[in-house]
């Protein structure tokens, strides 16, 4: 399971030119789920998700000592099989990601599990296997995994 978390002012989801989910301050989550997941990878997002420290202390002077939950912000969560994009030359391929209908059920539980782990009014999302307009998010990295550890 793959997360992209974005600190944001405010954030919403946009299908057919309608607008379906807002947030306020708070973190936009765009969420991956692989063929081989498990809840256990399910669990251990949910955790991170909620207490990775990327907001300040309540008095504002302190930054990454927070995190969404401890802070009490909203959380806008969007599904995205495109994390588990790969390129053979210039083609996108998908093949990584889980398949429609065992993903939507694992989308499904997580969202419910995020909602009992936290505020279930505080957490929004999408709508699944909608195409919704806005940005598509792939990753490209130009070394990976082949990172040299002997520099630190």
Known sequence: MRAVL???????????????????????VLLGIASDDTLEDLEYMIKKIL???????????????????????????????????????DKLSFHNAMKSDKSKEMYSTF????????????IKDGVFGAMM???VTIEL????????????
Do not use: H
């Open 111 to 122: 969202i419910n599990r995020l909602k009992q782990e936290y505020d279930e009014g505080r």
């Open 6 to 28: 974005q600190r944001v002012v405010n954030a919403s989801v946009t299908v057919d030119n309608t607008q379906v989910s807002s947030i306020n301050r708070g973190l936009c």
């Open 133 to 135: 307009n806005g940005p």
């Open 51 to 89: 207490k990775v420290r990327m907001f300040e202390d309540e008095k504002g002077e302190k930054w990454w000592s927070r995190g969404v939950k401890e802070a009490g912000l909203e959380i806008l969560c969007i599904s995205q099989f495109t994390l588990y994009g790969s390129l053979t030359r």
């Open 141 to 152: 990295d130009s070394r990976k995994f082949t990172y040299d550890k002997s520099n630190k």
